[in-house]
């Protein structure tokens, strides 16, 4: 470790991503645990469930049938948290009251999709192959191509990208133009997935939602003061060279535990070289995230042999924005997973975490270490 | 509700306190659950637990052993975060190179205290009548001005206030001037809490950390703009008018749901009257304050008849700062709880909430009315 000292004392240290600061206390990973106890998911599911809804033929909540699709089946969420239409929101309160200064809303309207992963009901992105997780890529591709504003820098782009046309892309059509869209995935119950399915979400947005906010405002920043360099080029190319908080990497990406991490195998993925979003990569590219994807989420299953619980989610360019947002916008994943000891101890960020500031006990080196070592066949391949 | 169109429609809300949005689902309420279930804590626990490290008489981890106290009893965290005395950290990055750039960490030093709320076992605070509860406060308040810098414009006011002395007074004696103070409950196993015994930390540090360093940016700004006014004087009379948010309110302190909640029952108390922090308030109003917190956490068990959980932390003047810093702080407390539906249903703070924004299903205004009409005796005072 570059230094070791960091290894001893109680530390912060900044995440130029966010503008914001984490409390790392490497020394506390030695108190004893008594606490809740995780209850991992049981890992022999049946390949076709008939009572799931994301299941290949069956029927969803409110009536409608899945096809009998083979790769990644798109469809909007029987739950939306938004919605396209809803009745327009005039604020009520107008006069120049207290009240009208405090109390502060705006309307939001949107899309939400579901993404199945795959047709089979007991695989997960930990043991597909790059070239299984492939269609998944594509067809993210595709849908943020789908909500582009045909006024940003990127929809030219992506009209020349070739991107296997996927049948259903006419479902992808919104009706109005949104401004950013938000795509994740949430694996576990631990992380407030109820259903096994493998699968991810899709939820675009009239509004800049905070995270992407905040991010597009230190990246811009950089680029400002910085000449024109990229924060997340220029932060790649420095964890390329230092190593020890690399995890995987290969042409086209960085995998690794970011150096402000928060949580304790918390894994960013950056593109190496500038991309703004999904359509400024070519089929190389997207085979290389695959292998990434793949590379990250196989060594957490192999880390305490389970199924490794995380939400995970895309950072890109705003579908609509000024050229300046679009430029500064740099292509990254964040893996955001609990565990911390074992299959059944978990890190929690509460107290002092939700109050004050951020906590970890495990240094993101040593994290990083643990992770470059558990790469190699998923564990339950030979079980 | 002031503006009933809130109730159906997808939107944002401003938080003025953080400078941050969050997104309003309220339709969302009506999907089903089909995912993880809370175990709820057992209720019959004994009022003496031998195996706790927290029980009068008992010996902890290190082999101190606790005194036969019998209201509150405070000693240093045996597994601090933060510990007063580390090795100094000089970066040894010093070139102007990339990596000094983007890797940035500064040392903490600091002190971590653990407060027990009561000799027995197997109350929590919403059994506590309020009188029990007011040793508690009195016992921050003494922690708290141990701690005050002297140049403070606080310790004056420090010095004169009348708080019974605890016979403890002498272990918070820091070794250093620390920058800020949080006082802070994890209750419940769902909150990352490993024992039952009632009790709280505090973890003093060099650092001002993020969540009371975002909070005291607005303070200021709203204070500069508005002519002096304070932004949580401002907002309790607001809420106190309309009513509609307000859980509980006597003449010192406001308690409801604020207006940007982003936990489904989420409590906010603001104190009335501008008062910096716990130095401020004289008997009568810390004991209105221990009325406060009785009212919140005995509905907080009567709304699903079970033990809440939660964290909640103090938020108040940094120990040291400029004096625009102490006059902008404005004491208050948050409470978050994760509860949804019921007992064993909590609400999931996770893939959009970590990569994009905060999201809620029920409307703080419906959480309020709830809340407000579980008031009167513990639900389990009569089992
Ligand atoms: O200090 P405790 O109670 O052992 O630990 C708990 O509270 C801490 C402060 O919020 C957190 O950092 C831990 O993750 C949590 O488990
Ligand atoms: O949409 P789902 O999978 O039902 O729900 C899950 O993901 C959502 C988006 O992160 C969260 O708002 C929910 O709290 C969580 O349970």
Redesign the pocket.
């Known amino acids: 470790m570059s230094e070791p000292i960091l290894n001893d004392i109680s530390h912060r240290r900044f995440n130029l991503l966010r503008g914001s600061w984490v409390l790392v206390s490497p020394h506390r990973n030695k ?1 004893p645990w008594q ?1 809740l106890q995780e209850t991992p998911t049981k890992i022999t599911l049946p390949e076709y469930d008939p009572e799931c809804y994301l299941c290949p033929g069956n029927i969803r909540a409110q009536g409608q049938q899945n096809p009998k699709f083979d790769r990644t089946f798109v469809f909007v969420n029987d739950f939306s948290a938004v919605k396209e239409d809803q009745e327009e929101y005039h604020p009520e309160r107008k006069e120049a009251s207290l009240a009208t200064r405090l109390l502060r809303a705006e309307s939001v309207t949107g899309k939400c999709y579901v993404i199945t992963f795959s047709p089979s009901h007991h695989l997960t992105l930990a043991d597909m192959a790059p070239a299984e997780i492939l269609p998944i890529i594509e067809t993210w591709t595709n849908l943020y191509t789908a909500h582009l504003s045909p006024k940003s820098p990127l929809a030219q782009i992506a009209s020349a990208t070739t991107v296997a046309p996927l049948s259903q892309e006419d479902i992808a059509k919104p009706n109005a133009q949104y401004r950013y869209m938000q795509i994740f995935e949430n694996k576990g119950t631990t992380m407030g997935c109820s259903n096994p399915h493998p699968h991810g979400q899709i939820w675009t947005t009239t509004s800049l939602p905070e995270e992407p906010a905040i991010e597009l405002e230190q990246l811009k920043k950089y680029k400002r003061e910085q000449g024109g360099a990229h924060l997340l080029v220029d932060y790649a190319e420095t964890e390329s060279k230092e190593k020890e908080r690399t995890v995987f990497e290969n042409r086209s990406f960085w995998a690794g535990v970011p150096y402000w991490a928060v949580w304790p195998f918390e894994v960013m993925i950056v593109s190496r070289q500038h991309k703004r979003a999904l359509v400024d990569f070519d089929e190389k590219e997207r085979e290389e995230l695959a292998e990434t994807i793949a590379e990250v989420t196989r060594r957490y299953d192999n880390l305490f042999e389970t199924q490794f619980p995380y939400s995970m989610g895309l950072h890109q360019a705003p579908l609509e924005g000024t050229d300046e947002e679009i430029e500064s916008s740099h292509f990254h994943i964040h893996f955001y997973p609990p565990l911390l000891r074992s299959a059944t101890v978990r ?8 109050l004050a500031e951020p ?1 970890r006990d495990i240094t993101p080196e040593q994290a990083a270490e643990r992770l470059r070592a558990c790469g190699g066949e998923l564990y339950r391949r030979n079980l």
Chains 1, 2 share one sequence.
């Open positions: 108190r606490g890190k929690f960020q509460v107290g002092y975490e939700m906590q």
